[in-house]
């Protein structure tokens, strides 16, 4: 007897995850996603068009959480649902129609990192791995039993996109392990301990704005946790804002000072940060456009500048 389940997805997870499941012989008679945001950079793949690609009827509800919703997963009698990095929460409702379980993806080694953006907060907290999470779901959020996880590691340097390409294949591989113990039966299911302090929020673009009185550290990870094509982190300098993509955190230190400055070394920018630490400017634009770093840095020889 063929397996049946309804897929709610989006963004690359939710792409691998819909093919995973076809892959693995699963009748997907529906999938629900999202209307793509004309103010969003699309950077990821699309689960309609791959959906299309298929032949599979697509849904996309401003609010899943609705009677007729019900009734047409209720009509469908799907064994499963499962959520991709699909944006709303499922209510029990529509968990119910599901007749062996609902299950959601969540790009986090839970019980960390519940909620939104998981990738980006990690990084912002400077951890040195992550990875991806498939539960049940219930009611409150990233809060069900557990069936797998995967971790990855996050590199000093990674970016949120780096990070996010390895727990797409992250979500990809414990699908395709998990898959024929959830059509069997016998899956692994274990409570999760829910942690106090692990739930994140949207982030925003105002949450980019960098802090001069920071350690290099900490600037180094507010920006690859936002860098493109996530809004990036940005800061005041002089009467500029600054649109800071890529930096490096440097062995070399300095005294402490009451403000950091921006200076000039060999040719290169770096910011003596406020606790000595220092940190290498790679990657940075204005208004106008990117900076010429080489330009910048040759002024910065004669007049280093104060950052506040």
Not at 13 to 33: A, F, N, Q
Not at 131 to 151: E, F, K, P, S
Not at 172 to 178: V, W
Not at 265 to 275: I, R
Request: aromatic residues 8%; glycine residues 8%.
């Amino acid at each position: 007897m063929t397996t049946r389940a309804v897929v709610f997805g989006y963004h690359d997870v939710g792409v691998r995850c819909l093919e995973t499941l076809l892959s693995g012989g699963v009748d997907v008679p529906l999938v629900v996603t999202v209307r793509d945001d004309p103010t969003e950079t699309q950077w990821f793949a699309s689960v309609a068009a791959t959906a299309a690609e298929y032949g599979i009827e697509t849904v996309t509800p401003a609010d899943p959480n609705t009677p007729d919703m019900q009734q047409r997963l209720a009509a469908l009698q799907p064994d499963f649902i499962f959520s991709f990095y699909y944006r709303s929460l499922l209510g029990a409702p529509l968990l119910r129609t599901a007749r062996l379980g609902a299950l959601n993806m969540h790009g986090s080694l839970l019980p960390k990192y519940r909620g939104r953006a998981p990738v980006n907060w990690a990084i912002l907290h400077d951890e040195r791995e992550t990875g991806a999470t498939l539960h049940y779901m219930v009611d409150r959020a990233d809060a069900g039993d557990i069936v797998d996880q995967q971790a990855v590691p996050i590199l000093r340097n990674d970016d949120a996109r780096a990070v996010f390409g390895k727990v797409t294949v992250a979500a990809e591989i414990i699908l395709a392990r998990s898959l024929p113990g959830l059509i069997a039966g016998t899956a692994p299911r274990h409570a999760q301990p829910v942690e106090p302090g692990q739930y994140f929020g949207r982030r925003r673009p105002e949450d980019g704005r960098i802090d001069w009185t920071w350690s290099a550290q900490q600037i180094h990870n507010l920006v690859r946790a936002v860098a493109p094509p996530f809004p990036g982190a940005y800061a005041t300098v002089g009467e500029q804002r600054w649109f800071i993509h890529k930096t490096r955190v440097v062995p070399q230190t300095t005294e402490p000072s009451a403000q950091a400055r921006l200076v000039s070394v060999d040719g290169q920018c770096y910011v003596e940060c406020c606790d000595g630490s220092v940190l290498h400017l790679i990657k940075v634009a204005s208004q106008d456009g990117p900076l010429i770093l080489r330009g910048l840095a040759a002024a910065l020889a004669k007049h280093p500048r104060s950052l506040s």
